[in-house]
Nanobody
Framework: VQLQASGGGLAQAGGSLRLSCAVS????????MGWYRQRPGIQRELVAI????????NYADSVKGRFTISRDNAKATVYLQMNDLKPEDTAVYYC???????????WGQGTLVTVSS
């Protein structure tokens, strides 16, 4: 499985951005697709995750009500719609997929989101 993330950039506080992550390769045994972020001086953290079996999603408390994760099976792509951005959302965002019965993790290359106040 390979991941290609895109959509990062610069936004003003209160603005919106949408991240995309295209998945290629062996996609039939993906269990979950998610977005993580790494802020300066902070450990990488889960932002949002969606399970492919039932499309249930979970969010970090800090982004609930502002971010939405979704996926398009036909395009094998997972999205992160980020609204009402805050300066503390500034981070490198990584897409991630979990595959197979062992829960193998694959990471995308990261995309930088910068939110100015």
């Amino acid at each position: 499985v390979q991941l290609q993330a895109s959509g990062g950039g610069l936004a003003q506080a209160g603005g919106s951005l949408r991240l995309s992550c295209a998945v290629s390769g062996n996609t039939f045994n993906i269990n979950a697709m998610g977005w993580y972020r790494q802020r300066p001086g902070i450990q990488r953290e889960l932002v949002a995750i969606i399970r492919t079996g039932d499309d249930r999603s979970n969010y970090a408390d800090s982004v609930k009500g502002r971010f939405t994760i979704s996926r398009d099976n036909a395009k094998a792509t997972v999205y992160l719609q980020m609204n009402d951005l805050k300066p503390e959302d500034t981070a490198v965002y990584y897409c991630n997929v979990e595959t197979g019965s062992w829960g193998d993790q694959t990471w995308g290359q990261g995309t930088l989101v910068t939110v100015s106040s």
